[in-house]
């Protein structure tokens, strides 16, 4: 969880600014050089990094139990009118991909993950704009023993790019346009009454192909109906993502120590995690007739009380 700053990159520095003394010329730049890389050092060095990890809620939270929960797609991406009659294999692994990532929900005992219906026909087109009728709902709902009807309401799929331009070693300039294969799957999470819980868009993408052009005003689109497979792997990854969002998780906040010998067995403490005596030490110590050192027990008083907090979680 700790570790003390690194002050490779600060030395090098100070290293070349000593070289650079050797030059009459620039001896007033690297003396200012060196005066802004000791200060550096002397400001790095009186400081230690801590690491807090903390856990974040879930970003989709339900009641207490085991869950049920059955799943239909609502996109109807046979029709004409939605999807071009090439690009429907595509949007076919989509939604495959989407239900196998989607299928880790069983992976834990306390959800139970169904599928309902792969293409319900007959919904409107909609990007979460309209909310389902409650005795649909619940009808799909009590047909499958679920509580809770996860729905897919749009899919879409699409190239976008970006032309990067350099120069060989004989000087010519070399365009290429970098393909990127977007999916963007939007889904709403009802419960078996028919309340909203939740409406997600998730979104993938990866670099599909790259193509060298002669001319940055004329792009060849490559052919979705060929990228049907890394359009399934899109829609995997978008599965695993949503089932995330039903935990909790970790992330890491970073915090400066002040050091000295003041600090020392305060910070002693804080790394062996002894919360309670490290902050009973800094309270003290914040209540020095010394400004500077009660400043800096305050700061040092604050990280330990988020550190010890953190613990608890």
Known sequence: MFRNSVLTFCYCL?????????KKKEMKLSGNLILLISTILIFTSCSKIVYISKSIDPEIILEKGHHNIVFVNLFDYTSPYIVKTKDKKAYNEGIGG??????FFSK???????????????????????????????????KNKADL??????????????????????GNTIKTKNFYLNASFYVSLYTSTGELVNRSELDQYELYRSRPTLSGFITIEPSLARASH????LGYQSGQDYVTKFYPRLIQDTKQLFTGQVFRESNNLIFSRNWN?????????ANSHDPDIAEKAEHNLEVAKEAAEASKR
Do not use: H, R
């Open 14 to 22: 100070f290293y070349f600014a000593i070289v650079g003394l050797n």
């Open 277 to 285: 005596k490290a902050i009973e030490l800094l309270t003290q110590l």
């Open 230 to 233: 890394e359009v399934g792997n």
């Open 98 to 103: 989407l239900m196998d990532g989607l299928s």
């Open 149 to 170: 009807l996860l729905t897919v309401d749009s899919l879409n799929v699409n190239f976008d790019w970006k032309t990067t331009v350099d120069n060989d070693s004989y």
């Open 108 to 142: 834990d005992t306390l959800f139970n993950f169904m599928v309902g219906d792969t293409l319900k026909k007959g919904i409107k087109k909609g990007l979460l704009t309209t909310l389902l009728p409650i005795d649909y709902i619940t009808a799909i709902c009590s």
